[in-house]
T-cell receptor, first 117, second 113 residues
């Protein structure tokens, strides 16, 4: 199993450009999440999904959009990039909470470092 | 959401035990206590979780106070590889936001050779 795979690992954008961060998982998890982490700070939830076709806003959704057409994929789109979106973005996935003996633990990707100039 | 309070940083000598504290005085009866850690330049990884009883796994032990208002993550013998930021998180499995884990700043653990 590859786990959670994010692409690209690094990207530099100009102000106003758009891009999509890709995230795919091969663990058949129904929950998926996007977090951002600014330097020296904790992670903040951007969007999450509890299954294909269902998405919802987290703590900091402004400036982002997501879709969940399949169980495996959960892309994050940045429209009109701004310097405030310079951050490291983490995608994660998990099973439903405490299903059977499952811990509900989140599995994270390695992150995508985005710089907006 | 119930909040947690952790020290910003801690130091430990290599091969010594480490006790990482977490206060959660407003914890509810359905909140599980989860710990994650984040190694440098990596995404967070799950360490351990518990509800009321102390828990052990291959990575660490979790000691939970009887009133559940505090907990301690115990690394029995710190290694250089344990240098990371450790996050203590409450997760209400019955709440509508049970999947929205809130990662604060955590405790940055430094391990001295």
């Amino acid at each position: 199993n590859a786990g959670v795979t994010q692409t690209p690992k690094f990207r530099i954008l100009k102000i106003g450009q758009s891009m999509t961060l890709q995230c795919t998982q091969d663990m058949n998890h129904n929950y998926m999440y996007w977090y951002r982490q600014d330097p020296g700070m904790g992670l903040k939830l951007i969007y999450y999904s509890v299954g294909a076709g269902i998405t919802d806003k987290g703590e900091v959704p402004n400036g982002y959009n997501v879709s969940r057409s399949t169980t495996e994929d959960f892309p994050l789109r940045l429209e009109l990039a701004a310097p405030s979106q310079t951050s490291v973005y983490f995608c994660a996935s998990s099973y439903s909470i405490e299903r059977g003996t499952n811990t509900g633990e989140l599995f994270f990707g390695e992150g995508s470092r985005l710089t907006v100039l | 959401d119930a909040k947690t309070t952790q020290p910003n940083s801690m130091e430990s000598n290599e091969e010594e035990p480490v006790h990482l504290p977490c206060n959660h005085s407003t914890i509810s009866g359905t909140d599980y206590i989860h710990w994650y850690r984040q190694l440098p330049s990596q995404g967070p990884e799950y360490v351990i979780h518990g509800l009321t009883s102390n828990v052990n796994n291959r990575m660490a032990s979790l000691a939970i106070a009887e009133d559940r208002k505090s907990s301690t993550l115990i690394l029995h013998r710190a290694t250089l590889r344990d240098a990371a930021v450790y996050y203590c998180i409450l997760r209400d499995v019955n709440g509508a936001g049970s999947y929205q884990l809130t990662f604060g700043k955590g405790t940055k653990l430094s391990v001295i050779p």
